[in-house]
């Protein structure tokens, strides 16, 4: 029996290291550096119905241990997507999730009904972009909005659905027991972090859209105890992600709940992060003895 | 693009501000004038992010060289490695200068601004070895200029803008004016490559500028390094300054 395989309530992964969306575009970069049949899913870059041209620039900036990012949804809309990006996703043995945006609650049903036939493992509704003008994150603070936006999708598909959760509220297991109650089979957890950098010489902001959403090593805390807690929020699984580099982080977060990770930015340091950290939790298991990753999942709470 | 390793062959300084570094790396590398590198700095991770350093010119067959001028934490580090220091960096990446097409003995022109000047180095060479008679360098720095030694070419001319208050640009158009440019290649500050699109503008000639964004990736998969480009069917759309650049014909690129 393989001990990393894992199961995201219907949509099972061969191993628990993902790529989180917007990191990894849609997998070309990255398999020139390793086989991405490594993996256990692929996040693709954020698609909107339309597509979108994205922010002007400064779109990012580092800052300690982190980096800002204003990208705004630069994608070539869902139905590009499916023509020209999953033919090429689909040469890897690799599950393949899609995530979803929209500036109306209707735009992700829709996006839904076109995803309907396509040769996809998963939709990962985002209601958490803080980058866009409307939508997004706005959907994802609202537990009522976010139950009605969840509960179209769900109605619009036939593929598991999953809903990746925004940090920037003052409760996330309210609206993490919303999107449960609308039908979401998992929860991805957490997007980035609303933040600013000021450019102390020009005396203004560095990204030209002002503030957009941190990621990186800085939150990785903070993500941290957000999956301990909607793990004792809700029964769907969790698909933890924020600041993951390495083998010892991504096990953190699968002992505070998470049924499978996501690594990030991390891979813009280093391509080979996710095979690493994989290789890493292998070699974890063995020297715990443990036989399944299962066993360890949520272990921290008891 | 490849992850790679090689060490510092030699690190010096050459004004306060700018350092030039050799390279060897492990395994011979190819590269065209124009491309970059993107390194990581520190294995503890600060900086975070790799930083994107353009090739300089080549010394040998697995020898690099870089010009970098010191701008933040990232850059400040990297002038600090002494020789044999392990480097590790992706590359090479982007698309460099098309040198493509163009008339042997027909006069072309290198504007380099600053640091900019780096990947032209590479590029002057480049253009010896294949034979081009004609090249010409115009060169400015706001003060302590160097490099010269390194630009083979026809005819070289560098403003100190401490001892001579005249813009690359403006020396161009007075004294190089009535030259039959059938190319011309620049890096620079953005003001200066946005002079250089409107001096060519009517003429015809191609410019190709090579642009600086701050990126993550490198790798054309973060969308960081957005530069506006003209586009049929939108007013513009966004290309990738790591792929798609960091060289670019001026004409198509929108400056705001």
């Given amino acids: ?302 | 693009m490849r992850l790679l390793t090689g060490r510092v062959t030699e690190n010096a300084a050459v004004n306060a501000q700018v350092f030039r570094m050799g390279v060897r790396m492990d395994e011979p590398f190819e590269f065209s004038p124009g491309q970059f590198v993107n390194i990581r700095v520190s294995e503890y991770d600060v900086p975070l992010l790799r930083r994107p350093i353009s090739i300089s010119r080549r010394i040998d067959e697995t020898t690099i060289e870089f010009l970098v001028k010191v701008e933040g934490i990232g850059t400040r580090q990297m002038g600090q490695w002494s020789q044999g220091t392990r480097v590790d960096l992706i590359g090479p990446l982007g698309r460099g200068f098309d040198i493509e097409g163009f008339d042997k003995k027909a006069p072309l022109l290198i504007l380099g601004g600053g640091i900019g000047t780096a990947p032209l180095k590479g590029l002057a060479q480049e253009l010896a070895d294949r034979g081009y008679e004609r090249v010409y360098v115009l060169n400015g720095f706001k003060e302590d200029p160097y490099g010269k030694e390194d630009f083979k070419c026809f005819e070289y001319r560098v403003i100190d803008e401490s001892k001579e208050p005249v813009y690359v640009t403006d020396y161009l158009l007075s004294h190089w004016g009535g030259i039959a440019f059938q190319g011309v290649f620049a890096c620079g500050p953005m003001a200066m490559l946005r002079r250089v699109k409107e001096i060519f503008r009517e003429g015809e000639i191609p410019v190709q500028i090579s642009l600086e964004e701050k990126m993550a990736c490198g790798v054309g998969a973060c969308l960081g390094c957005a530069v506006k480009i003209k586009c049929g069917n939108f007013q513009h759309r966004y290309q990738k300054v790591c792929v798609d650049g960091p060289v670019f014909d001026a004409s198509e690129v929108i400056f705001e």
């Fill in chain 1, 1 to 302: 029996m393989n001990p990393l395989k894992t199961d995201l309530n219907g949509l099972k992964l061969k191993n628990p290291v993902t790529v989180a969306s917007g990191t990894f575009g849609f997998g070309r970069e990255y398999s020139e550096f390793f086989d991405l049949s490594t993996l256990g899913g692929i996040s693709v870059k954020g698609l909107t119905l339309k597509e979108r041209l994205g922010n002007p620039a400064p779109r990012i900036v580092e800052t300690r241990s982190g980096m800002i990012n204003s990208v705004g949804l630069q994608n070539p809309g869902v139905e590009n997507f499916i023509r020209e990006e999953i033919p090429f996703l689909r040469q890897f043995d690799t599950r393949i999730i899609v995530n979803i945006n929209g500036d109306e609650p209707e735009d992700y049903a829709r996006m839904a009904q076109i995803l309907q036939r396509a040769d996809i493992d998963s939709i990962e509704v985002n209601i958490s972009c803080p980058n866009v003008k409307s939508g997004g994150m706005l959907f994802g603070t609202d537990p009522e909005i976010a139950y009605q936006l969840v509960r179209r999708v769900v109605e619009n598909t036939r593929h598991h659905v999953m809903v990746k959760l925004t940090p920037n509220v003052t409760d996330i297991k309210v609206i993490a027991r919303a999107v449960e109650e609308a039908g979401a089979r998992a929860v991805s957890l957490v997007n980035t972090f609303n933040a600013m950098a000021i450019d102390i010489h020009t005396q203004k902001p560095v990204l030209f859209r002002k503030t957009g959403g941190l990621s990186g090593p800085a939150i990785k805390p903070i993500a941290l105890r957000l999956v301990y807690e909607v793990y004792e929020a809700v029964s769907i699984p969790i698909l933890g992600m924020g600041g993951i580099t390495n083998a010892e982080d991504a096990i953190e977060f699968i002992l505070a709940g998470a049924s499978a990770v996501a690594l990030g930015t991390y891979i813009f340091v280093d391509p080979m992060a996710p095979v690493k950290t994989l290789e890493g939790i292998e070699a974890y298991l063995k020297e715990k003895d443990v036989r399944s990753l299962s066993e360890i999942i949520g272990k921290a709470h008891e």
